[in-house]
């Protein structure tokens, strides 16, 4: 399942719109309930570009999903194909902190495997209410 959801990630990175940083990046959103959500970055001039976790997120919660199971994303230079670890920013963290559980996983494909994080790894010390 997770090498599908890196292929799901690496398709959803085409999609980027990022001709200020030509970087793109992919990422694939599980729900628990098996729903798939794609996500690329958008850039724009101003400060309200969105990363591809936030824009996974964001499709997932407005067709009213709340249960998250994983995160699997990739990105690398426009026309590179991504194989070095492309860990999410720590505003995507903390978003994503919001949303999920301590089971959440994040999967980031690095030179040929798959590391696995939890939340707590990712954003140790997380503020939680």
């Known amino acids: 399942m997770y090498k599908e959801d890196v292929e799901l990630a690496k398709k959803a990175r085409l999609n980027s719109h990022s001709p200020f940083s030509n970087f793109q990046v992919g990422a694939l959103l599980r729900c628990k309930n098996g729903h798939v959500y794609m996500g690329c970055n958008i850039e724009n001039q101003g400060i309200q570009g969105l990363c591809a976790e936030r824009t996974a997120f964001a499709k997932a919660i ?68």
């Not at 067709?63 to 426009?78: H, L």
């Not at 963290?93 to 494909?109: A, H, N, T, Y």
């Open 62 to 129: 407005s067709e009213g999903e709340r249960e998250f199971e994983s995160i699997t994303v990739v990105g690398a230079p426009k026309g590179v194909e991504p194989t070095e670890a492309c860990m999410p920013c720590g505003y995507c963290r903390q978003f994503m902190s919001e949303f999920v559980g301590d089971d959440f996983k994040v999967f980031i494909p690095n030179n040929g495997k798959i590391d696995e994080y939890t939340i707590d790894d990712i954003l140790p010390h997380r503020f939680k209410i």
